[in-house]
């Protein structure tokens, strides 16, 4: 069995309510729900939810809430990993045999049907632990710099001051979209960022993360614009 976990818990404090706040004309989870369904990898896409008003959304979208997340997952500081982990245990105690879950973020407008395939496809044919979104930084990270007292600078790398940028090593991070895992690696919680995962290369224009009012609305603005840009492709 694959199946696609959302978690979406109801508590958040920057963007109140952003799981289901209108994003470009749906409620901001209802793109996570439709790119997992439509990308046809999962014979369940589920949203791991402590609140009833999402859990209302996600289910008249297409997708099954078949449980409600506890209050001690449900808080501030709970990560990723357990909130998988709970989910796939939930599955193993109703007699299902779970080879793979993919974590998906709520807030992931951005997210394509086809990176998820990918995302599968990679997870299979490297024998990684886990396989998730990935995009390159802008500007090379060797060349960063530090404010000091008063407004001054020093680089973090100085000694990367007189190398070209081409140079330099590309440098990725996190995409924030979707993490592919086997479902022993959900269940031991084992470290994502690291040797046994694999990266899912995303273009930089369909990246951004929203924790703030000021993320979203520079977010409708890069979603309305690559819509226009596919509307006359």
Known sequence: MKVAIIPARGGSKRIPRKNVRGFCGKPMIVWSIEAALKSGCFDEVIVSTDDEEIADVARRSGASVPFMRPASLSDDYTGTLPVIHHAVEWFVGQGYSVE????????????????????????????????????????????????????????????????????????????????????????????????ESVGVPVPRYRVQDIDTLEDWEFAEYLFEAARVRSDHA
């Open 100 to 195: 793979s879950a993919c974590c998906i973020y709520a807030t992931a407008p951005f997210i394509s049907a086809d990176d998820l395939r990918r995302g599968e496809d990679l997870l299979r044919s490297t024998g990684c632990s886990f396989a998730f979104s990935v995009t390159s930084f802008a500007f090379p990270v060797q060349r960063a710099l530090r404010l000091l007292e008063g407004g001054r600078v020093e680089m973090l790398q100085p000694e990367q001051f007189a190398t070209r940028s081409q140079d330099l090593e590309e440098a990725w991070h996190d995409a924030g979209q979707f993490y592919w895992g086997t479902a022993d690696a959900w269940c031991q919680e084992r470290v994502i960022f690291g040797p």
